[in-house]
């Protein structure tokens, strides 16, 4: 219940205030943190088809790798803005919103061309 | 307010089905862009020291591309989750435990030394 | 002519020194700088299916534009490996020789799996 | 001797021929991969002072591991090179020749801000 993103932010700070890591948490190294592990989410899939991942996808243990992958990526990404003082609802309404208007439902639809290059 | 990483991922979905990227959006593509968004991140703070970055943080048009590549590490991060069956509360929650397990506050205390390395 | 590694790091040793740049070579950052380049890379073959990746390799604006990208995963490649005394050359013969043990030709053919998982 | 780029690139062809992995080098799976070991790469260095990161470099098991992990990020860079017809002498020589006009060393010396963005 309440507001899920603000609770595992809350969750990670006492986790990191209780083992004195707070130290190692400045922005930058965050930043880093948060690549490696989005990086770490993508070898999951390398060399793969889309078959074998539907496939690895019904495997519990490839499940549940993927879901720690997913659950770091996370925890950085709360971290990193919890430290720079964004507030990540906000920041996604925001850049949904210009998403919006960047990308027209009409251009757009069935069209992964960058908005950059939309005529 | 109710559950915010829902909401976030239910305004993802409507966007995306407007426009009809659900084609694009298979787990290995989206995990390409999550790793790209997070790299995109990083960027931002390259080259820089503390000082500088602190002295960033204070410009409102640094603070608004930091915000932005949040955004969008968030929008694709609920995606994937949602395009591989993931819960990320749970996924959190459960990592967490981990976590808390692999590093006994008394061992960690202040000390980055990777779980595998602890003695 | 000559050996192509140790000639692309003394190029870029020079424009580095002739900028004063040597200052933010720290290893870290350069590993930063590195693995952004590489998000980089990755990004121009976002979305994008593998005739898409034909067609686009058949043109010159596009090849122009992945061309950048590698040499810049090269230059900061080169720059990592002189900032940290490790010889590419050599690197390179090592790991291959033990990647050749730990992938037999007779169990490794036609299958990606990484060598961990080979029975 | 001879031409140290080409002969890495001639190694790992083979070494890739001979267990028949060509099936899964296409462009896509090649950038992702080098992606993946950039991020590899950097993790050696999280969390890490310059100060940890100079002791680290003394240690021979740590100079082990970030030697094999630059082989990697090498041996993907020429097989993406490779396989997208790049030559990538040429691209660094280009790409260094368009880097000294874009950032002149009189407004550039100590100054590591991007081109796009010096006055």
Same mark, same amino acid.
Do not use: C
């Given at each position: 219940?309440?507001?899920? $993103? ?24 965050? !930043?880093?943190? $948060?690549? %490696?592990?989005?990086?770490? @989410?993508?070898?999951?899939? $390398? ?5 074998? %991942? ?19 990526? $996370? ?5 990193? !803005?919890?430290?720079?003082? %964004? ?24 069209? !992964? @061309?960058?908005? @950059?290059?939309?005529?």
């Amino acid at each position: 219940m309440g507001n899920s $993103l603000k609770n595992v932010q809350q969750a990670m700070k006492a986790f990191s205030a209780a083992r004195d890591w707070d130290q190692f948490h400045d922005p930058k190294n965050l !930043a880093e943190a $948060l690549s %490696i592990e989005a990086g770490e @989410t993508l070898e999951l899939f $390398l060399w793969k088809t889309k078959e074998q %991942i539907e496939k690895d996808l019904q495997n519990p243990e490839f499940k549940k790798e993927l879901s720690d992958e997913l659950a770091d990526v $996370l925890h950085y990404l709360v971290l990193l !803005a919890d430290k720079t003082g %964004i507030d990540l609802e906000k920041a996604s309404a925001e850049k949904l919103k210009e998403a919006s208007r960047r990308y027209p439902v009409e251009k757009s639809r069935g069209n !992964a @061309t960058k908005y @950059t290059k939309l005529t």
